[in-house]
């Protein structure tokens, strides 16, 4: 299994501006994913980041609005720009294993926009 | 499309008694299937899949799942609940055909553990 880790676990920011979110992975994959979790909620994609290529945004989801960079094998950033409120939100990434769609999920990012 | 449903939002149980939590899928195919769970502040943690072959499938802190094709189910069980398994549990469907290596997750089930 892959060791993930986020920064920052959490933060707390002002309506108006942005917070970048890392995901940094022990090995190398092809495909990791972003998704957030609204309070009370399931998890929701927002993209797919493949190293060598942009990202993949799932309807809803723009990347004016969020981000994306897959740098290298190992690491990811997503960027929530221009936050309000309704960004307030767990953000996780994951990596594919390479096998039948299995995930492995960082801990996560506790977002809260005042 | 692929979807999941999970029928219970909340399910209260006291410990030391069973658990079953229910997980309905929908796939054109057969499917590769996931239950996780979710701890306070926590990510997800992996509880078991199931990709193909014996339909009763072993997981990590005693839970084990079976998947039943002719009920497009795939139900969480666990003999004797701990108070640590007060979590919220996430069904999720992928397969061959899934666009993208992309998972589909259910709504999830807050479980509550009464002392």
């Known amino acids: 299994s892959a060791v993930i880790s986020q920064k920052p676990s959490r933060d707390i920011c002002q309506r108006g501006t942005s917070l970048t979110i890392q995901c940094q992975v022990d090995?190398?994959?092809?495909?990791m994913f972003w998704y957030r979790q609204q309070p009370g909620q399931s998890l929701t994609l927002i993209a797919t980041a493949n190293q060598g290529s942009e990202a993949t945004y799932e309807s809803g989801f723009v990347i004016d609005k969020f981000p994306i960079s897959r740098p290298n094998l190992t690491f990811s950033t997503l960027t929530v720009s221009n936050m309000s409120p309704e960004d307030s939100s767990i953000y996780l990434c994951?990596?594919?294993?390479?096998?039948?769609?299995?995930?492995?999920f960082g801990p996560g990012t506790r977002l809260t926009v005042l | 499309a692929q979807s999941v449903t999970q029928p219970d939002i909340h399910i209260t149980v006291s410990e030391g008694a069973s658990l079953e939590l229910r997980c309905n899928y929908s796939y054109g195919a057969t499917p590769y299937l996931f239950w996780y769970v979710q701890s306070p502040g926590q990510g997800l943690q992996l509880l078991l899949k199931?990709?193909?072959?014996?339909?009763l499938v072993q997981g990590i802190k005693g839970f084990e799942a079976e998947f039943k094709r002719s009920q497009s189910s795939f139900n969480l069980r666990k003999p004797s609940v701990h108070w640590s398994d007060a979590a919220e549990y996430f069904c999720a469907v992928g397969g061959p055909k899934a666009a993208g290596n992309k998972l589909t997750f259910g709504g999830g089930t807050r479980v509550l553990v009464k002392p």
């Open positions: 199931y990709f193909s072959g014996d339909t």
């Open positions: 090995s190398q994959v092809t495909m």
């Open positions: 994951s990596v594919d294993t390479g096998v039948n769609n299995e995930q492995f």
